[in-house]
């Protein structure tokens, strides 16, 4: 059974019609590519409950999770903008994906440590945002997101505003969270030479649709498949 399932899922914005058939194997790494405006955020939004469907069903282990609090779903999500507190360590940004509480007890801390170590930050728990490089501050939103122990990984361009070598470092990092954690991740990138020597699997999305779905070497070549072959130019 797959871990997660988009079935007939319907949803209508700015004019755009959207309709997604998706299945997840779990463990998966996917990676969502296609135009700007085609719905691939969207999708995201939809799986992590901050939009509801207009029709169909979002299935977890087989199990309908539309009705669900986007704080109740099996997800964790890292933005574009890392949108950590300007005013708060990074410890206490890590915190703020177990609690809201200013003085969470010393299990809830151990987590949050735990997270800043496994993304490379052992001993930057004190720093504010303003004292680390943008690298530093996007692993810092991404301990936030592991520290929720949740199985699905939702990317939205997460690292689009780093140079290619430090994305890459990043992607493989990524990689290996996923394999330390067995994640399932869905990865929306606008450079598709991203989902090379990472994700397994492409989903081009056009027009609020699955046009491609399959294999990264099958999909991206060479030569590209021909509906590809436009989009990578």
């Known amino acids: 059974m797959p871990i997660l399932q988009l079935d007939a899922v319907r949803f209508a914005y700015d004019g755009l019609d959207?309709?997604?058939?998706?299945?997840?194997a779990e463990g998966a790494w996917i990676a969502v590519i296609g135009p700007s405006g085609a719905g691939k955020?969207?999708?995201?939004?939809?799986?992590?409950?901050?939009?509801?469907?207009?029709s169909g069903r979002?299935?977890?282990r087989g199990a309908d999770m539309s009705g669900m609090a986007p704080s109740?779903?099996?997800?964790?999500l890292v933005f574009q903008e890392n949108n950590?507190?300007?005013?708060?360590?990074?410890?206490?940004?890590v915190l703020l994906g177990l609690t809201t509480r200013a003085r969470p007890g010393a299990p809830?801390?151990?987590?949050?440590?735990e997270a800043l170590a496994a993304v490379g930050l052992a001993g930057y728990g004190p720093r504010?945002?303003?004292?680390?490089?943008?690298?530093?501050?996007?692993?810092?939103?991404?301990?936030?997101a592991l520290v929720r122990?949740?199985?699905l990984l939702l990317l939205d361009e997460p690292f689009a505003a780093l140079g290619p070598g430090l994305r890459q470092d990043m992607l493989g990092l990524i990689g290996q969270l996923r394999e330390r954690a067995r994640l399932t991740i869905l990865m929306v990138t606008h450079q598709p030479e991203d989902a090379l020597g990472h994700a397994e699997r492409i989903v081009f999305i056009d027009k609020g649709r699955v046009a491609l779905d399959g294999p990264v070497a099958e999909l991206m070549g060479p030569p590209p498949h021909p509906r590809l072959a436009d989009y990578l130019s």
């Open 18 to 24: 959207m309709c997604f058939d998706l299945d997840v």
């Open 41 to 54: 955020s969207t999708l995201l939004d939809l799986v992590a409950g901050f939009v509801g469907p207009d």
């Open 108 to 113: 809830l801390r151990a987590r949050a440590e």
């Open 58 to 60: 979002i299935l977890y």
């Open 128 to 144: 504010r945002p303003a004292a680390m490089s943008g690298g530093e501050r996007q692993r810092v939103a991404l301990a936030r």
């Open 72 to 76: 109740e779903r099996p997800v964790s």
């Open 149 to 151: 122990e949740r199985p």
């Open 84 to 93: 950590l507190f300007p005013h708060l360590t990074a410890l206490q940004n």
